[in-house]
DNA sequence: GATCACATGTAAGAAGTTACATGATTCT
DNA sequence: AGAATCATGTAACTTCTTACATGTGATC
C-alpha cells in the first residue's frame, strides 16, 4: 500500500467528485478559482494523478472521444471510501495551527458528499481553536515583554487571525445548526 | 552563485542576527517558540546550515571550545547585507495572498537589524491586502450563490482573516508611526 | 560505570519547481 | 498552410521528511 495523498492528491480528488474531468480541467481551476494555493504546474498535477490512479482511487474513464486525445479521470469505490474517510477525521490541534488550509479544504468539499459530518467537524474546529488561542494569549502573558515591538507585532498577527477564525467557526456553527434542522 | 535559500533558510540567518548559536540552539527555538511552523529536524536544518555557509552568509566561530563540540554561527558581512536586502523588498500581492507566514517572518525580524524599514513595509501591506480583500468580496458577490453552504464557509473564513488582517495591519501602522515620532 | 542529554550527521525517498518537449486539433 | 491552443509528458534539481547512526560530556 502507497502512502497518504499529499493535500494536492486530495485537492484532486475532491474535484473529480464534484465532476469527473481531466488534469487539464483541474490545472484551469486551480488557475481561475481561489484554490489557486495550489499549483496548476503539469509537473505537479499529471504524476499526482497517476499516483492517485496507481492507488486505484480514481481511474480513467473509458473512451467514447471522438476529440482530442484526453483523460478523463473520476474517483472509484476505494477512492470515494478514502475521500470520505479523509473528510471525516476529526481536526486535531496542529490541524488548526498549522494546517489551516487543508482543514478549508476538507470543509468546501463536504458539500460533494452526502451525509457529510459538517457539524462534528467544526465543532472539533471551535473547540481546538479555543486551547490554541488559550495557550498563544498564555505565552503573551509571559514573554511580550521581552520582546521588540516588531516581533510583538507579527505574534499580535497570528493572535488576531486566530480569534477572527474562532468568531467564524461560531457563525458558521450556528449556519450548520439551522441547515440541519431542515 | 547559489539559488536563494527557502524560509528555514532564512529563519536561520535571522535568528542569528539576534545572537550567535548553534545548530542545537536554533533547533531548540523551534520546538519551543511560535517559530514552530519551522521543522526542527537536524536533517532540515545542518543541511540548510551548510548551504548558507557555502554561500558565505553565515561563518563558524572559530574555536574557544573546551566544552563540547558545537558549531557556533554567526552571520558575515554579506549575510547581513543578503538579510537586509531580504527585509526591505516591497511585499507583493502574492506575499499578502500567500505567504503571510513568511512576511510575519520578516516582520518579526526587523528588530534584529537596525533602520529597518518598518513603515513603509507595513503601508505596502495594508495597501496590497486592500486589493485583495476587495477582489475575493467581488468573486463573492458573483459567485456564491452557486457554491454550497459548505464552499461560502471556506470562503468566508479566507475573506474574514484577510479583513482581520488589515484591521491588524491599520493598528500596527498606527504603533509603528507613533515609535518613529520618538 | 551506566545512562541520559547534548550535538551533529547522513541516507533514502517523496513531492514540487522550472523548463523543455511533443503531438493533436482547431482557427484564420 | 501556419499559428495558436489543447493536453500530456518528462528530466534535472531542490528541499524536506523520516529514520537511523555516532560520539561526547554530564549526571546519578
Given at each position: 500500500m502507497a502512502s497518504r495523498p499529499s493535500s494536492l492528491g486530495y485537492a484532486l480528488l475532491g474535484l473529480l467528485h464534484f465532476a469527473p474531468q481531466s488534469g487539464y480541467d483541474l490545472r484551469k481551476t486551480f488557475l481561475t478559482t481561489?484554490?489557486?494555493?495550489?499549483?496548476?504546474?503539469p509537473g505537479a498535477i499529471y504524476p499526482a494523478l497517476r499516483r492517485l490512479a496507481r492507488q486505484g482511487w480514481i481511474a480513467a474513464q473509458p473512451g467514447a472521444r471522438g476529440g482530442r486525445r484526453r483523460q478523463v479521470f473520476a474517483p472509484t469505490a476505494a477512492g470515494r471510501r478514502a475521500f470520505r474517510d479523509w473528510l471525516g477525521h476529526r481536526p486535531t490541534r496542529d490541524d488548526v495551527a498549522r494546517g489551516w488550509g487543508v482543514l478549508m479544504l476538507r470543509l468546501a468539499f463536504m458539500?460533494?458528499?452526502?451525509?457529510?459530518p459538517l457539524r462534528t467537524f467544526l465543532e472539533a474546529i471551535r473547540s481546538e481553536l479555543q486551547a490554541h488561542v488559550a495557550e498563544l494569549a498564555r505565552f503573551e502573558a509571559q514573554r511580550a515583554a521581552e520582546m521588540p515591538l516588531e516581533g510583538r507585532l507579527a505574534f499580535a498577527s497570528g493572535l488576531q487571525g486566530y480569534r477572527a477564525q474562532l468568531a467564524w467557526a461560531e457563525s458558521a456553527l450556528a449556519k450548520a445548526r439551522r441547515k440541519e434542522k431542515r
Open positions: 481561489p484554490l489557486s494555493v495550489f499549483s496548476d504546474s458539500g460533494a458528499v452526502p451525509d457529510a
